[in-house]
């Protein structure tokens, strides 16, 4: 049987998640498993999840790259074939070429403090693959991003699968649409 992860924090769980997982389920087809990885008390920007950690499970205090790296592997280890999420912009090739592109940087683009690691490897992505490299800007694509960094160090491979997310990232106007 297909199964399909989502790596997500669903805090609170909203139309706009039930949209992904509605994408998810016509891209793997009805008899795919969709396997949903949540994070534990608090969720990875660093909030309380509004329901305790023995209902959610995830590397959820780490930084954008380790709470990546441990979803994806959890889902690896699941048996998963691929990984869906949502992304504001962006196509599964283009994190993963930037993921590549990533992977490429020279060893002391990879150290230092987190901070200047980050800037350091945006500069050089953006330096690499302007167009690509803005996507990194985008809360959700950046976290695609680290996705895509952490699928290319699996033993098994997943597919990528990227989906248009609705609305934006902060939004604060509640409408009928996302309840």
């Given at each position: 049987m297909k199964s399909i992860a989502i790596i997500a924090e669903f805090n609170p769980f909203h139309t706009g998640h039930a949209h992904l997982i509605s994408q998810v389920r016509q891209a793997a087809g009805p008899d795919a498993?969709?396997?949903?990885i949540m994070s534990g008390a608090f969720v990875q920007?660093?909030?309380?999840a509004f329901f305790d950690k023995w209902h959610?499970?995830?590397?959820?205090?780490?930084?954008a790259a380790g709470f990546a790296t441990g979803g994806v592997t959890l889902a690896s280890r699941l048996g998963c074939q691929g990984l869906a999420c949502g992304v504001e912009n962006g196509t599964a090739e283009d994190f993963l070429a930037l993921a590549r592109c990533a992977h490429s940087l020279p060893d002391r683009e990879k150290e230092g403090p987190k901070e200047t690691a980050g800037r350091e490897q945006t500069e050089y992505l953006l330096a690499a693959s302007p167009e690509k490299g803005r996507l990194l800007e985008q809360p959700n694509a950046l976290l695609a991003f680290e996705y895509a960094k952490a699928l290319l160090n699996q033993d098994r491979p997943l597919a990528f699968w990227p989906f248009p997310r609705q609305g934006h990232h902060g939004d604060t106007e509640l409408g009928p649409a996302f309840a």
């Open positions: 498993a969709i396997v949903i920007r660093g909030e309380p959610r499970a995830v590397w959820a205090l780490s930084s």
